[in-house]
């Protein structure tokens, strides 16, 4: 397995001015944990676009979004495609934007070059621009696929975090979230947008907090007016942009300078109970946390067992562990005992998963 690469020396929290390919070439293998792209989408715009009062829609028309044919853009994505991939970690992820014009594309090149595709996500824009003509639905949304750098990669992925963020359910491939206006928007002296296509800060917050830990490296080939920098700066993540436009990184440059960090208390992640330290259940007999003869009842109080000094229960002359005889009341294949079996405290049931967080405690595991 190839080495990661130090910390200390990548150029973290610094914006590499040139090519993305060319600078991308410039960062050592297996170094980076995170990339966040949003590349040209090669709108294939063809004259200007009004609005029914006449007044001219300001769409993308920079000469980066230009390729003289699909074939050209073809190799271009392979091109950066395959640096991300160089530089990502065994373990590293890489999420890429687009919209019907290169999403598909985009992912053909991924699954080429071996990135492990694992989630396509819908950006629903909550405010989006209407179709003027009238010759086509509207357009209310992009694609962001979310790819492991390889088959065998094991991308960080936030569940319970994520769920409870999104109270307590689990959050779903579908986004609402506005699109970047009002303040957010960067304008330069002259009022008009700094850059056509400037996403929200909040499309990258959900983006880093669902897929990276503090102290991770995210890097953006594209970086534009920096709001993958600025999220991640936020978020107590380290950044590293590749942009080549001077207007671009003079924006994002100022931008950057104003963002507050969280303190690092409150970036703490919701840890999933299966990468907590295993506790069996014998241990709180040994504690003194429970004593051989002791009830436990389902929530409903319908099905009883009693506990036996060897940490088995015994219920309906049957004996077992805590999961065996979970699945044998309630006719099932499996059981998780730890939810499913509750004793009597104060009046009240309560999970014996709670007495295994308290021997967690008396043991020195958390």
């Known amino acids: 397995m190839a080495k990661s690469f130090p910390t200390s020396e990548l150029p973290l929290d610094q914006i590499l001015v040139g090519d993305c390919i060319e600078q991308l070439k410039a960062l050592p293998d297996n170094s980076v944990d995170l990339v966040f792209a949003d590349p040209p989408y090669n709108l294939q715009l063809d004259g200007e676009l009004h609005r029914p009062n006449n007044s001219k829609v300001d769409a993308v028309t920079d000469s980066w979004d ?8 073809d190799a271009f994505t392979a091109a950066w495609m ?29 699954q080429d070059l071996g990135f492990w595709i694992l989630n396509d996500i819908v950006w629903r824009k909550s405010n989006p621009m209407p179709n003027f003509k009238g010759t086509r639905f509207c357009n209310a949304h992009e694609t962001l696929i979310w790819a492991g750098a390889s088959e065998k990669s094991r ?19 579908d986004w609402l979230l506005p699109i970047c206006s009002g303040g957010e928007r960067l304008k330069g002296s ?6 056509a296509t400037q996403k929200p800060e909040a ?3 959900r983006v880093l907090m669902a897929t990276s830990n503090p102290g991770d490296v995210i890097l953006d080939p594209f970086f534009g007016t920096g709001t993958t920098g600025a999220v991640a700066k936020a978020l107590g993540r380290r950044w590293i942009g590749i942009e080549r436009e001077a207007s671009y990184i003079q924006a994002a440059e100022a931008r950057l300078e104003k963002v507050r960090r969280v303190s690092p208390a409150d970036l703490e992640t919701l840890k999933p109970k299966r990468a907590q330290p295993r506790v069996p259940f014998g241990t709180l007999l040994e504690l003194g946390l429970l004593e051989a003869g002791t009830k436990l009842y389902d929530t409903r109080q319908k099905k009883s067992a009693e506990v036996r000094a060897d940490g088995t229960i015994l219920c309906n002359s049957q004996q077992g562990s805590i999961h065996k005889m979970g699945a044998f009341v309630q006719g099932l294949e499996a059981c998780n005992g730890w939810t499913y079996w ?8 309560k999970p014996i998963d709670l007495l295994r967080q308290e ?6 595991l958390n």
């Open 66 to 73: 230009q390729f003289d044919s699909f074939e050209a853009y």
């Open 82 to 110: 395959s640096e991300c991939r160089r530089v990502l970690k065994r373990d590293g992820a890489l999420w890429v934007i687009g919209s019907y014009h290169n999403i598909f594309r985009v992912g053909a090149k991924l």
């Open 155 to 173: 991308p960080t992925f936030n569940y319970d975090s994520m769920k409870a963020f999104n109270d307590d359910l689990q959050m779903r491939s």
């Open 190 to 195: 002259n009022g008009k947008k700094v850059h």
């Open 203 to 205: 499309l990258l917050y």
């Open 342 to 349: 509750h004793f009597k405290a104060d009046g009240q049931l």
């Open 359 to 364: 021997a967690r405690n008396q043991l020195g």
